[in-house]
């Protein structure tokens, strides 16, 4: 714990409150998430998890209170954010003329990358959608659209990784894989902040838990 | 062991299930189709109003086809009703594959056509229905265009009929041809109606242009229209009969994707949310296809998402056929005497051609997910998917420039005019695209307006008119003779708003600061007195 202390703050939220008309559904909310250090909202269906993780990407307006990635505050049009932080939420889209390839081909390329070729081709075996390569997203299963979907964080540089209920729509097999790269991907430096409602996932890659009470 | 009461099994009337459907649907609805019309009296009103001013258009219309008194613009005339109605046709076709055109629901794929049901029995009516539906929508088309061209009643008459027999026909074919799961022929006849549409096009304006002689072409105008409502009534009696036998035998997921695909189109068209039709059209083509051979990107950064865009022309070229196609019309129009009302027809035309290449800019748009995976602010995002559209409108306008000029017939303009008003056609043909493409739904959070039909967003109002407003704000200028800086100047206008959007999160922002500084300054000025003054107590009498 020391020595995470030591990095550098990567992500600050500091009294983040945000409430849906007469309902709050966080308020108060504070933390730090370092260098190398992941972070994992928990917490009933209804907590809050999600919109926390919203609004810390800018997806959503928090009503008070501030995000900072980085020391820059945090808007969801920002390009230093945009290139800094690395999303899969909910609100996912994919090109419907594009193939699953492509998506990281064009990803990679937009972030700068040159000759992605080797990057995209490992991802792409990592997520184990070789065999769909040329499938368009619509004919994916859930359950690839969601490898599809992790494979885009992946492809791209980042120092903040926010991921909402990874582990869904994931076999046993993806699960544990997810974990592995998780791990390897902290012990790169990275930061990340996830909702789970997966134990294992969350052991695997030794996350500190922030329990969300909900909405009042 | 076999439950008892399952091995009784007796006939099914389908028909009295029809009958049950028909009751428990009824018996649901809280409102006649009467009173719904009533409640509904401002959309009726807006219908009335919206058509009177069409009636009226076509009027006018009509009278200047009417004044054309030159060898070319009666050989436009004569022939724009076979363009129209071969166009007609191609698009009956379009739509019967699209759908079915036999469908069914999902939930009576799965509730009665998995059952010992006698699916002729139950989907007769169904196509008949559609039949029915394709001969009045066919003739109202057909009508309309032979209005349009100056036409007396009795050829008005004639084309309706040719329009309704003939869509009605093609209907009875393309279901005769779905009962024996066939695809093909449907699609070669759609292909050979739709290059009969465009050459009748071309013949149009090489005989208005006086570079060929079509006087005994034109001699046939009505004679054809009897030919096409002969064959399509032949085609219902035939391919209906054919059609009818074979309902039987339709696969149940022929007859329930289409069903599927029409009831996700009606929650969008009631929404009137055009744009999401489209995407739901997209979807349902990209998962028939499935598969594509990948191709890796070229360029890096905001050029790779230009090049993306250049490397789809190459994947789909059907669109660039498409837009090549519609140069025609600039020409067309000009050569039926309409020179005025060029620019807003013929940017009509390119705003329905363009969107097909903005798929990009459609996805990146309407959700922000993959548009936050981006290293870019959204502006140049928008930007970098316009090039290539952009590229695209300006050859289109370069094609266009010509038949401004009047080499085709119609109206003579100098080539400064002319080149003004191809521009300014084509930069509002490529601004109504973007617009169409990536206007925000109508906000259901916001404030709900009260109407006799229910309370709607007031955004829902305007969905009818997107692209077609920015289409009227540049054009009009040019229609009424006024200089064209004005539409130049409305046209940079429009392209800094739908390029930048009005950024809402700084608006916010912006709004949040404002109300803080104000709350400082009051306890500012608060700030002085000691204590807050006491308030003062009022006994009221009871």
């Known amino acids: ?214 909405a009042r | 062991m076999m439950d008892p009461r399952l091995t009784e099994v007796g006939v099914v009337d389908e028909k009295q299930l029809k009958l049950l459907m028909r009751d428990w649907r009824r018996g649901r609805a809280d409102r006649s189709l009467w009173q719904a019309l009533s409640d509904g009296y401002v959309m009726v009103f807006s219908i009335v109003v919206i058509g009177a001013m069409m009636v009226s258009s076509i009027l006018q219309a009509q009278q200047t086809a009417s004044i054309c008194e030159t060898a070319g613009c009666v050989a436009a005339r004569g022939l724009l009703p076979w363009a129209s109605v071969a166009g007609i046709l191609a698009f009956t076709l379009v739509v019967a594959r699209l759908f079915g055109p036999v469908v069914a629901s999902s939930a009576e794929g799965f509730w009665l056509m998995d059952g010992p049901t006698d699916r002729r029995r139950i989907l007769a009516g169904r196509l008949v229905g559609g039949i029915a539906a394709a001969a009045v929508l066919g003739a109202a088309a057909g009508a309309l265009i032979a209005s349009l061209t100056g036409s007396g009643a009795s050829e008005i008459g004639i084309w309706a009929l040719a329009g309704g027999l003939g869509a009605a026909g093609l209907i009875a074919f393309a279901a005769a041809e779905q009962g024996v799961d066939r695809h093909w022929i449907v699609t070669g006849v759609q292909w050979i109606i739709g290059a009969a549409a465009i050459a009748t096009m071309v013949l149009l304006v090489s005989g208005a242009a006086g570079w060929m002689d079509l006087g005994g072409l034109t001699l046939l105008a009505v004679e054809l229209a009897y030919i096409i409502a002969g064959v399509g009534l032949l085609l219902i009696v035939v391919a209906g009969m054919l059609a009818f036998h074979r309902l039987r035998n339709i696969r149940r997921q022929r007859l329930t994707s289409g069903g599927s695909l029409l009831s996700g189109l009606q929650g969008a068209a009631f929404a009137l949310e055009f744009a999401l039709i489209r995407d739901i059209l997209v979807e349902a083509k990209a998962k028939k296809r499935g598969h594509v051979r990948p191709t890796r990107g070229t360029g890096s950064g905001l050029g790779a998402l230009v090049m993306r865009d250049v490397q789809r022309l190459w994947r789909q070229p059907m669109p660039l056929i498409t837009l090549v196609a519609t140069i025609i019309v600039p020409y067309a129009v000009q050569a039926l005497g309409l020179a005025m009302l060029n620019p807003p027809i013929s940017a009509l035309v390119l705003l329905a051609a363009l969107v097909p290449f903005m798929n990009s800019l459609r996805v990146l748009t309407r959700t922000k997910g993959l548009q936050r995976c981006l290293p870019f602010d959204p502006g140049q995002i928008k930007q970098a998917a316009m090039i290539v559209p952009a590229v695209l409108a300006l050859l289109w306008t370069i094609g266009a420039f010509p038949a401004f000029l009047g080499v085709a017939g119609g109206v003579a303009s100098d080539p400064v005019t002319a080149a003004s008003s191809a521009l300014v056609t084509g930069i509002a043909g490529l601004l109504a695209a973007v617009r169409w493409v990536s206007a925000k739904p109508a906000d259901y959070s916001g404030p709900i307006v009260a109407t006799g039909i229910g309370a709607m967003p007031p955004g829902l109002m305007f969905s009818l008119l997107r692209g077609v407003d920015i289409v009227a704000l540049v054009t009009l200028p040019i229609v009424f003779n006024w200089p064209v800086w004005i539409s130049l100047i409305i046209a940079v206008i429009a392209f800094m708003i739908l390029r930048s959007g009005l950024d809402r999160d700084s608006m916010l922002e912006q709004q949040a600061k404002q109300k803080k500084q104000l709350e400082a300054e009051k306890a500012r000025r608060s700030g002085g007195a000691a204590a807050p003054a006491k308030k003062i107590q009022v006994q009221r009498k009871r």
Request: glycine share 8%.
């Open chain 1, 1 to 214: 714990m020391a020595d995470v202390a030591k990095k550098d703050v990567v992500l600050q939220v500091d009294n983040l409150k945000k409430a849906y008309g007469p309902v709050t559904i966080i308020e108060n909310f504070s933390m730090k998430v370092h260098a190398g250090e992941a972070v994992a909202l928990t917490g009933r269906n209804g907590a809050g998890k999600s919109t926390v993780l919203r609004c810390l990407v800018g997806a959503d307006r928090p009503d008070e209170g501030t995000v900072t990635v980085n020391g820059t505050k945090v808007t969801e049009t920002n390009p230093v954010i945009r290139r800094t932080v690395a999303t899969v939420i909910d609100d996912l889209d994919f090109f419907p003329d594009l193939s699953v390839v492509e998506h990281l081909d064009l990803l990679a390329r937009a972030h700068g990358l040159h000759n992605p070729d080797d990057l995209v081709d490992e991802v792409l075996e990592e997520v184990q959608l070789v065999p769909q390569a040329g499938q368009l997203p619509s004919t994916l299963s859930s359950g690839q659209r969601r490898r599809l979907a992790l494979a885009t964080a992946f492809v791209r540089p980042r120092q903040l990784l926010v991921l909402d209920e990874p582990e869904q729509r994931l076999d046993v097999e993806g699960v544990a894989w997810l974990g592995e790269r998780l791990k390897a991907e902290l012990a790169g430096g990275l930061a990340i902040v996830l909702a789970s409602h997966e134990p294992s996932l969350l052991q695997a890659i030794g996350a500190r838990e922030l329990r969300l009470s909900g």
